[in-house]
Each structure stands twice: as structure tokens, then as C-alpha cells.
């Protein structure tokens, strides 16, 4: 339903107009009807939100506007604060990395602020992370998975844990589903856009699993997760051979 103001005096119209102009942004989560507190819809998604307002993308033509969030809806308040609280789940707060070199060496680094995983489904990894990843069984693969604060669900949720020490990085991989779980993984020197291919084996059947980047230090880009009754080494033979 398109944003129209009821015009009834100027001040009425004036009042709809800075609205109007606050209320839409950019977005980011499943399109619903918002409702502002004296009654008004706004068919849009959500960009981006803080404790006191949104930001919502227009769905008819992709218009921003930012709006507090007491000129909206109860229902929509709370709505927007269920967003947040995933948002901000999913949001790596920058900070400081201390890395360990053999001699005994250190190096103290910024890890920059930004999402574990991305819209697209690539989890991205620094040493000193933990995440967990929950899976939908119901779903055809496990679906897309989500960042979730504790395992809740261990048959449906995997544990990576990215460490660096002098000999190099480690990837664990930790969890109790039991099926195999497959994924894509790019890794690229800390600090460096250049990301190459690794091969990972899957892992199986609620045996967990661990990797090593021996010599420096990395980052990883882990895509395309699968939940599957196959093998782990049938479903290894087929991701090598793409």
C-alpha cells in the first residue's frame, strides 16, 4: 500500500510530508506492511536500525527514509527490535588481534568491524573467532544457515573455532549432527584480498574436524554449506572435481 497523507490543513500536510521523508530505508530483511502510530502503511524492508530509529527501503521504488522508532506501531517496534538483536548477533565488533611468530615474536593487529556471515551465505573467519552455525534439518541441504549466540540445538548446529599460534592457524570444527557436513573454503593471507581455494573434508556424522595453515596467518571465506546423508569422502571426490 502505497504512502499516502491525509490532507485535512496545511499542518497536517506538513506534518505527513517530514513523515513520510523519515519513514523508509535501506533494506535487509523480509518486506511487511509498517505502521506508523497515527495509522499511516509503508509497505517496506529494513536497511538498518538503532535502539531509537530505522532506516526502511520503500518496496514500489526503493526509496530510503529514516524514522524513530516511537512514530511507529507497538507491534512494529518490537518487530524491529527481534531485527536488531539478529543483526547485531551476526555483527564482529573491530578489534584488536595479538599474533604469535616463532622466536617468540608478537604482532598486535586490527580485525575490522563487519558480518560473520554475509547475505550471500559466506562465513568470513579471523583468528580468535567462535561461531555458531544452526542449520534447518527440515530444510532440503539444512537450508541457509544462521549466526546463533549458544548451541541450542546440537544435531542441527556446527562449532568453528579459528585460533593462531607460532606454527601456524587453526580451523576447528566442532558438532554433533549426524550427517555429513560440507563446505567451500578461500583463504587469504590477514590483511590481503588475494583468496585461494582450500580443500576441506567434510565433516561426518557427528565426528568434528580441524584444520592448519602452517607459517603465517589467515583469513577465511567458508560458502556453499550442505547438509547430506552421503559420505563425506563421496561428497569430497565430487567439490574437488568442480
Known amino acids: ?29 523480509a518486506q511487511r506492511d509498517f505502521t506508523s502510530n497515527d495509522g499511516k502503511k509503508l509497505s517496506a524492508e529494513i536497511a538498518s536500525a538503532t535502539e531509537t530509529k530505522v532506516t526502511l527501503k520503500r518496496a514500489k521504488d526503493g526509496k530510503e527514509f529514516t524514522i524513530p522508532l516511537a512514530r511507529l506501531s507497538e507491534e512494529d517496534q518490537k518487530f524491529i527490535g527481534k531485527w536488531l538483536a539478529k543483526e547485531m548477533l551476526n555483527t564482529r565488533p573491530a578489534r584488536k588481534l595479538t599474533l604469535y611468530f ?20 559466506t562465513l568470513t573467519l579471523y583468528p580468535g573467532d567462535t561461531i555458531h552455525l544452526e542449520f534447518d534439518e527440515q530444510k532440503e541441504k539444512g ?56 580443500l576441506l573434508m567434510p565433516t561426518e556424522k557427528g565426528i568434528g574436524g580441524y584444520d ?21 569422502s563421496k561428497v569430497y571426490e565430487e567439490r574437488i572435481s568442480k
Open 212 to 232: 592448519i595453515w602452517a607459517n603465517t596467518v589467515w583469513t577465511l571465506r567458508l560458502s556453499s554449506f550442505e547438509m547430506t546423508d552421503r559420505s563425506a
Open 102 to 121: 616463532d622466536g617468540g615474536k608478537t604482532k598486535v593487529v586490527d580485525i575490522p568491524k563487519g558480518e560473520y556471515l554475509s547475505k550471500d551465505g
Open 1 to 29: 500500500m502505497a504512502w499516502t497523507p491525509t490532507i485535512n490543513m496545511r499542518a497536517s500536510i506538513i506534518t505527513t510530508i517530514c513523515l513520510a521523508t523519515l519513514l523508509l530505508a535501506p533494506l535487509s530483511s
Open 143 to 198: 537450508g541457509v544457515p544462521r549466526v546463533v549466540s549458544e548451541v541450542k540445538k546440537p544435531k542441527s548446529t556446527i562449532t568453528f573455532t579459528m585460533t593462531q599460534k607460532a606454527d601456524g592457524t587453526i580451523l576447528s570444527r566442532n558438532t554433533k549432527i549426524h550427517k555429513t557436513v560440507a563446505m567451500d573454503c578461500k583463504h587469504g593471507q590477514l590483511g590481503v584480498d588475494d583468496f585461494f581455494r582450500t
